[in-house]
Nanobody, 124 residues
Framework: QVQLVESGGGLVQAGGSLRLSCEAS????????MGWFRQAPGKEREFVAA????????KYADSVKGRFTISRDNAKNTVYLQMNSLKPEDTAVYYC?????????????????WGQGTQVTVSS
């Protein structure tokens, strides 16, 4: 089992920045891929970004490219999501997730473990 705990959400004005953190514990491995998804009210949970534990390869949704950056600190078993130039449409609950293997994926069904989520609200 892998436990994921997110932090760093909050309320920010449009154009502002937030950094989310996700600490992993339990049966972690260098052969994992970590990711962030988000879910707005009344919408499906959607892919935001992913990173491989070992090489740090990354993948982003088109809607966040150039504004969000995913990174990891292997020594701390922590993944970060730096969010800049935030827009009201970024408002959602953000979930940290991980999957076995080093293949980047945008598919929710491929991820094995999920955190509880952290709320991000961007006011206009």
């Amino acid at each position: 089992q892998v436990q994921l705990v997110e932090s760093g959400g909050g309320l920010v004005q449009a154009g502002g920045s937030l950094r989310l953190s996700c600490e992993a514990s339990g049966r972690t491995s260098s052969d994992y891929t970590m990711g962030w998804f988000r879910q707005a009210p009344g919408k499906e949970r959607e892919f935001v970004a992913a990173i491989t534990w070992s090489f740090g390869s990354t993948k982003y949704a088109d809607s966040v490219k150039g504004r969000f950056t995913i990174s990891r600190d292997n020594a701390k078993n922590t993944v970060y999501l730096q969010m800049n130039s935030l827009k009201p449409e970024d408002t959602a609950v953000y979930y940290c997730t991980c999957k076995f293997g080093a293949l980047l994926s945008e598919s929710r069904s491929r991820y094995n473990y999920w955190g509880q989520g952290t709320q991000v609200t961007v006011s206009s």
